[in-house]
């Protein structure tokens, strides 16, 4: 009898570690999902741009496209991707803001 309680007892305790991993390892890839990463600039959507970069406070260099618009504006848009997306895979949501 007792074997079987210790043997019910040890499958009990792996079935909570297993769940234990599983929603560290899951609550780990929500907050650090995989980054995607694409290499498409403005030029292969016939868009004219200029490399642009700005060096923060702290030193880090803040990379990216100035895309002017094709109508006469007096104002700037400046628009930001997520964090595990590239610049480069909201291009086409950009050029329709043209």
Same mark, same amino acid.
């Given at each position: 009898m007792r074997a079987q309680v210790n043997a019910i007892l040890r499958i009990v305790l792996i079935v909570l570690a297993l769940l234990i991993l599983a929603s560290?390892? /899951? +609550?780990y890839i929500s907050i650090r $999902? $995989? =980054?995607i990463v694409s290499s498409i600039t403005p030029r292969e959507l016939n868009m004219p741009y200029e490399q642009v970069s +700005? @060096? %923060?406070a702290d030193g /880090? %260099? /803040?990379r990216g496209w100035f895309v002017p618009s094709g =109508? =006469?504006?007096d104002k700037t848009l400046i628009l930001l991707h997520?964090? @595990?997306k590239g610049s480069s895979l909201e291009l086409t949501s950009y050029s329709l803001l043209r």
């Open positions: 560290v390892w /899951l +609550f $999902p $995989p =980054k +700005f @060096t %923060t /880090l %260099t /803040l =109508k =006469k504006a997520g964090s @595990t």
